[in-house]
């Protein structure tokens, strides 16, 4: 997939949010590669990152954390080597992640046990009074920080400041899928409204996205089935029906699949939480 990044725009974003906050934070392309953007980072992470081996360190805490947000879909966060919560954000166009963002270098509210030893071992010029005098975020804030980098995600979004740029003939092919989300189609269906072969289409699709055509068809109908479930007082039925599934019961299997949860369960759920 090629994607268009705004860079010129990214930039003075991410520079905004550094001055407004404090918090570090830099864009990564969809495989976790550094974009040419300058990475906003505090005066300890500049040292702990001086150290071969506390870079290495750092690049290897930051890959777990974002094959977390990528096998998720979601925020996610987590300690890193040096102490500190770091949190990953996707930014997902078309229901594809198509690039990250990831900020923190927050100090949680305890100390991390050993990190004295540790970054002495690391040989960063460095020491825990550095460490001591970050400004320590509690959960609540580290909370409030992950809401604003998601909110930052849809104002990227929002501006076109990155976004894929799809073939003609997968385009028509998407623009199908969603015109006809809420009744039954063919693979072959699709292939005549995009003038593509099945194998190029399925080619498209692997490469896109990183999944069937089929899989693709029922992540989108259960976005539809949100909307539904959340909006509307449908029932379960109802909602198989309008977002295209060929019984409810399918419909149950494949939104407890990608949910974790039963649509019922999730409809009461959202209901308590709003």
Do not use: W
Request: charged letters at 25%; aromatic letters at 10%; one cysteine or more.
């Amino acid at each position: 997939m090629i994607i268009n990044y705004d860079i010129e725009k990214l930039s003075s974003a991410l520079e905004a949010f550094y001055a407004a906050t404090g918090i570090g934070i830099q864009l990564l392309d969809r495989d976790f590669s550094s974009l040419n953007i300058k990475f906003f980072s505090n005066p300890y992470c500049t040292a702990v990152q001086a150290t071969k081996c506390g870079k290495a360190a750092c690049r290897a805490s930051d890959a777990r954390l974002l094959e977390l947000c990528k096998s998720s879909r979601k925020t996610a966060t987590n300690v890193c080597h040096a102490g500190l919560i770091d949190v990953a954000v996707p930014i997902i166009y078309d229901s594809e992640i198509i690039s990250y963002i990831i900020l923190g270098q927050l100090r949680p509210e305890k100390d991390v046990a050993g990190l004295e030893d540790y970054l002495l071992k690391l040989g960063a010029k460095v020491s825990k009074d550095d460490y001591a005098a970050l400004q320590i975020y509690d959960p609540y804030r580290v909370q409030g920080v992950a809401r604003l980098a998601e909110m930052l995600t849809k104002y990227i979004l929002l501006e076109n400041m990155v976004q894929p740029n799809y073939s003609d003939r997968t385009e028509r092919a998407l623009a199908f899928i969603e015109e006809n989300l809420h009744h039954p189609f063919s693979v072959e269906d699709i292939c005549k409204s995009a003038y593509v072969s099945k194998s190029v289409l399925y080619q498209n699709f692997s490469r896109l996205f990183g999944c069937t055509v089929g899989e693709y068809v029922t992540r989108k109908r259960i976005e539809r089935s949100l909307r539904l479930l959340e909006g509307t007082d449908l029932s379960v039925e109802e909602i198989s029906q309008q977002a295209g599934f060929s019984s409810a019961a399918y419909f149950t299997v494949n939104f407890k699949k990608i949910m974790g949860v039963p649509p019922i369960k999730y409809r009461k759920e959202k209901s308590v939480r709003v």
